[in-house]
C-alpha cells in the first residue's frame, strides 16, 4: 500500500510540473509582444527571468495557500474516519511545500530563458 501511495505522489508530482511548464510556457507566448517591447526599450535578461519567476512565484504562493487550508481541512475529516491518522504533520507540509517550490523553479526556469533570449523585432513583428 505504501508503494502504491507512494507512485500516485510521485506521479502527482510529475503532472504538477508538467501542467505548470505548459501554463507558464502559455503565459510566455501569449506576452511575447509585452516582453518585445520590454525589451526594446531596455529591459535586461535577468529583469525579464525575473518576472517570469516572480509570476511563477504569484502563482505558487496562490496554490500553497489554497492547498494548505484545504490539506489540514480533509486531513481532519479522514481523521475521525481512519484510526492513527493525525490531522496536523508540519514535517509533511514543509516538504511539499519545498517540493512544490522547487517544481515551480524547475519548470518555469526554461520558459524563463526562453523570453529573456527573445529578439525584440521578432517579438514586435509577430503581433
Excluded: Q, W
Aim: aromatic share 6%; charged share 15%.
Amino acid at each position: 500500500m505504501a508503494t502504491l501511495s507512494g507512485f500516485f505522489g510521485f506521479l502527482a508530482a510529475l503532472l504538477a510540473t508538467v501542467g505548470l511548464y505548459g501554463v507558464i510556457s502559455y503565459m510566455v507566448v501569449r506576452r511575447t509582444n509585452e516582453i518585445g517591447i520590454r525589451m526594446a526599450l531596455g529591459a535586461d535578461r535577468a529583469g525579464i527571468i525575473a518576472m517570469v519567476l516572480r509570476e511563477a512565484g504569484t502563482l505558487l504562493a496562490a496554490g500553497i495557500v489554497i492547498g494548505l487550508v484545504l490539506s489540514v481541512a480533509s486531513a481532519r475529516t479522514a481523521k475521525s474516519l481512519l484510526y492513527g491518522l493525525t490531522s496536523y504533520d508540519p514535517l509533511t507540509l514543509i516538504a511539499a511545500v519545498l517540493l512544490l517550490a522547487t517544481v515551480t523553479v524547475a519548470a518555469s526556469s526554461l520558459p524563463a530563458r526562453r523570453a529573456s533570449h527573445l529578439d525584440p523585432m521578432v517579438a514586435l513583428r509577430e503581433y
